[in-house]
């Protein structure tokens, strides 16, 4: 008869756990409650400041345009109101209308300059071309763009100054009459004409010149009169005569 064997309830094999294994545990555990409760409070953080962002009416503007060298922030699709795209699209068109008529200019001005005329104008011309893109950008376009965005009174007023100051400084370089400015520095009609009878072909580059000015002014033309239709139709306008009597009470108490 066989003995009896020793009972194994371990299954014959034993498994050292450690004890520090627990610990771990629960200390990386409690690491990560810790990262989600710092995650979880820059949210909120973060959302506090959007939201005083917003009560405070500052819009922020990540510069999106041109898409191959982000310069400036343009978004009509989203930001403009469907009824008012068409105008700002025009609005738009003017902005590049006059980037290319300065360019133009440039080269037409620089085409007389290496012809033998007084440097004097292309350095006018260069002058005009610095300041004139940035200027219409920065004074008219994007005080447009945030009027349609934001209906601001304000904004619209500040759009309707320098625009009709736009539209007097092409008209007034379509034509180039010989003062104010130097004439030939500006490729208008009577420069292109006084230079036609000389040189046909310098003449032609102040003649394609002025018809940029020509066209530029009239599509400017085309955008106030629609800007300054929707500003009426709005109520704006009551809304600045009414600001403007409050000011002038206020200055005369």
Aim: charge should be neutral; glycine fraction near 6%.
């Amino acid at each position: 008869m066989l003995p009896p064997e020793p009972a194994d309830y371990d299954g014959g094999s034993k498994v050292d756990v450690p004890l520090n294994s627990a610990n771990d545990l629960r200390a990386k555990e409690k690491e990560l409650e810790a990262m989600e409760a710092e995650l979880n409070r820059r949210e909120e953080e973060l959302n506090r400041k959007e939201d005083a962002i917003a009560r405070a009416g500052i819009i922020q503007e990540e510069k999106n345009w041109p898409p191959f060298f982000p310069l400036i922030h343009h978004d009509i699709a989203k930001e403009i109101p469907l009824h008012q795209q068409r105008t700002q699209y025009v609005a738009f068109t003017t902005l590049l209308g006059i980037v290319v008529c300065l360019i133009w200019n440039l080269v037409a001005v620089t085409v007389v300059w290496i012809k033998g005329v007084d440097p004097e104008i292309w350095f006018l011309s260069v002058i005009y071309l610095i300041t004139g893109i940035p200027g219409a950008y920065v004074l008219w376009y994007r005080p447009l763009y945030r009027a349609m965005r934001t209906d601001s009174a304000f904004m619209f007023g500040l759009f309707f100054f320098t625009y009709t100051c736009h539209i007097l400084f092409c008209l007034y370089a379509s034509v180039a009459p010989p003062m104010i400015f130097k004439g030939k520095s500006l490729t208008g009609i009577l420069p292109a004409l006084d230079i036609l009878s000389r040189n046909a072909i310098i003449g032609c580059f102040y003649l394609v010149g002025f018809a940029l000015f020509a066209i530029e002014s009239t599509i400017s033309i085309y955008v106030i009169q629609q800007v300054y239709r929707y500003f009426r139709s709005s109520g704006k306008a009551q809304e600045v005569k009414r600001d403007a009597k409050r000011s002038t009470m206020m200055v005369a108490l």
